[in-house]
């Protein structure tokens, strides 16, 4: 016969649902910090070979500057091609800044823009709250994950996921725990 105490948490469990059973926390926020983290892990994972790319629109520079001067005085087309790389690179280049720009302007104008979002984990999902909205998932509502160091990213769709920073966990422990359950129940490009 199990002891009382046994019989009451058995008896919470059933009354409270899957949510209740071995939870993990993490509350984070809803912030510029953690708006940037999110889009550089998403670039990194869904856009490898832009960021690669990125780097040799720097390259503009020096084969514009090369052109742009190597051309004779009658060869102004040249001139221009390569005075159009020269401003081209750059510009390229700071791209991703124009876009991360643009997401965190719209999501300031969000109303859940500075909100704490606590989170609560279990083996079969997980519950968020914030002031206003909560949400309950399984697992299986995901069809992607993303797992670094620093954060975890949970797809629904394809281009919208959820941000995990490892800070948010209570402990250390709590992270790797919630990653492996990641790891485990959602499958990576699913």
């Known amino acids: 016969m199990p002891h009382d ?3 009451l948490v058995e008896r919470k469990e059933a009354r409270y649902g899957w949510w209740r059973m071995k939870l993990l926390r993490a509350t984070s926020k809803f912030d510029v910090p953690t708006l940037k983290l999110g889009s550089a892990l998403h ?3 869904r856009h490898p070979v832009f960021l690669v790319i990125r780097y040799f629109y720097l390259l503009l520079v020096p084969i514009g500057i090369l052109i742009a001067f190597t051309a004779g005085a009658e060869n102004r087309l040249d001139r221009i091609l390569g005075l159009m790389m020269v401003v081209a690179g750059p510009v390229l280049f700071i ?3 124009f876009w991360q720009y643009r997401l965190i302007r719209g999501a300031k104008s969000s109303p859940q823009a500075g909100q704490e979002v606590r989170w609560e984990f279990t083996e079969e999902g997980f519950q968020q709250h914030s002031e ?3 949400s309950e998932f399984k697992w299986s509502d995901f069809s992607d994950r993303f797992l670094s160091p620093k954060a975890i990213l949970i797809y629904p769709e394809k281009d919208l996921y959820f941000i995990l920073p490892r800070e948010a966990f ?3 422990d709590d992270f790797l725990k919630v990653t492996k359950w990641c790891e485990t129940k959602i499958a990576p490009g699913g």
């Open 43 to 45: 670039m990194r994972y």
């Open 95 to 97: 791209r991703k800044y």
């Open 5 to 7: 105490e046994t019989r």
């Open 170 to 172: 209570e402990s250390q």
């Open 132 to 134: 206003s909205h909560e």
